[in-house]
């Protein structure tokens, strides 16, 4: 098993920045591919960013593809996200996963999930 839990959402204007962090505790999360999902009210939950466990593979969402970064550090069992130029449309809750083997970008493939941490952005 493993525990994640986000933290870094709040309250941002467009253009603004925010870093969400995912702090994994339980099995080592390094043996395991991390993401990042979204889910606006009314939406689906969709895929953000992945990383491989050893940070070599990583895929975004074209949606945030030059503004948002993930990144991860092994020694201290967190991944990050690093949203910059926000914009409205980001706002959603914000989910941490997690899954053995290769990252992929659909959520029924991740085994673990935290409670997520609320992001909005203000025009």
């Known amino acids: 098993q493993v525990q994640l839990v986000e933290s870094g959402g709040g309250l941002v204007q467009a253009g603004g920045s925010l870093r969400l962090s995912c702090a994994a505790s339980g099995r080592t999360s390094s043996n395991y591919a991390m993401g990042w999902f979204r889910q606006a009210p009314g939406k689906e939950r969709e895929f953000v960013a992945v990383?491989?466990?050893?940070?070599?593979?990583?895929y975004y969402a074209d949606s945030v593809k030059g503004r948002f970064t993930i990144s991860r550090d092994n020694a201290k069992n967190t991944v990050y996200l690093q949203m910059n130029s926000l914009k409205p449309e980001d706002t959603a809750a914000y989910y941490c996963?997690?899954?053995?083997?290769?990252?992929?970008?659909?959520?029924?493939?991740?085994?673990?999930w935290g409670q997520g941490t609320q992001v909005t952005v203000s025009s």
């Open positions: 990383i491989s466990r050893n940070s070599d593979i990583t």
């Open positions: 996963a997690a899954r053995s083997g290769l990252p992929v970008k659909t959520t029924d493939y991740y085994s673990f």
